[in-house]
């Protein structure tokens, strides 16, 4: 682009001098858009919550997920142990509810199921996609199943220590709403082993972020779906905003950058994908020597609409100095979140901005403006239709106080047109 421009404006004295500025402009663009930080404050500026999990420091935390259904934050340790912030949402504070060892090497950590008992982990060690069940308080962690991603039809590969280290669940919802492409086919792919959703696993050989298809029944029963290339060269954590639809990647080599993706992907030679990247930034650097930033989690960004939370944690190693191990875990509150929170538009559904639900977030009952002698269902964060009605106008009001609290799309059709709304009971 720029010999395009030396090329119109050479000819003139005046000319070259307004090349001159033009190409310092574009200059001083790229170093500020490289240069964009996030979260929006400064690692010091955030709120260290290490002591809340242990005054005497926290080594290897490498993997968190927040849940928004519970206000629950998990933590992984990829020496083998599990860590569960609890947040109390009147003193705007977290308190320890879980601390228990597991099995392994966990390097990251999510739920498919919000309000269930159970989450899942990324075993560095193994190679494995773990499930653990375990009582309301904590007591008990339980490792109920496990799927070998060194097993066929999985072509991964053991590198030693530079494996899988992030997870993230996506439903089968938004994998429709994005248009997601199997690597694997060149098609559009929803699951089909049972679980509602797909588990995307970032790896920190080439970046890569990897998608398998789990029977949640069955060990070891899954499919391959793909692998997808990133902006870089290693990958180690995932998180899934479900309220915009924005998968956020990790990466915490040559500095630590966050990479969003829409989940649309674009085809390569050799039968390879990459995904689309709509922002990518530069992670706020933690003070003192040690910048290893593995883990991170970020609270949805609606119905709030742009003011949320987001966490990062580093992994320090236990020979590293005790003022380190106290620093691994902040909390920035607020921070500007990318998408938006109008509904998700795909082939079938239609995004329409005169429907809404309210109140949401709803603990009791619902009301949906904008429809007339509509078919409605709800579906939950795994897929599945939990509540179905006929005959719904503007006026009805839905009764939702059995519905466990989470996120949940809404789809009302009214014979013309199939509108898709998110909203939240809790």
Known sequence: MLTHYYFIFGASTKYNHMKRIFILIVFLQIITADAQVWPSESWSSATNLTGVMDAAGVTELSGLHFNPATNRLYCVQGNGRLRVLQFNTTTNTFSQIGNKSVAGGPEGITQADLNANEFYTVDENNYEIRRYTHTSNFSTVTLSRQWDLLAAPSPMENTGNTGPEGIAFVPDSFLTAAGFVSQQTGQL???????????????????????????????????????????????????????????????NVNNNRLEVTNLSSVSLSGNERKFVVTSEYTIATPTGNNDNIEGFALAPKCPVGGAVSAWLCRDVESSENAMLQQDVLRWFDPFAADGTCAPLATDNFTANQ?????????????????????????????GQVVFKMDGVNSTTDIDISALPNGIYMLEANDKKTTFRVKWIKG
Do not use: M
């Not at 398998?212 to 902006?231: E, H, L, M, R, S």
């Not at 309210?358 to 949906?368: D, R, V």
């Open 354 to 382: 005169n429907v809404f639900v309210y109140p949401n977030p709803a603990k009791t009952l619902i009301t949906i403006s904008g429809i007339d002698n509509a078919s409605v269902q709800v579906i939950n964060s795994i």
């Open 189 to 251: 792919y929803t699951s089909v082993k049972g679980l509602g959703g797909l588990f995307f696993i970032a790896h920190q050989d080439r970046g890569y972020v990897w998608v398998f298809d789990i029977n949640p029944d069955v060990n070891d029963d899954f499919a391959f779906v793909g692998k997808y290339q990133t902006n870089r060269s290693e990958s180690c954590d995932l998180s899934f905003d479900s309220s915009t639809g924005l998968l956020y990647i990790l990466h």
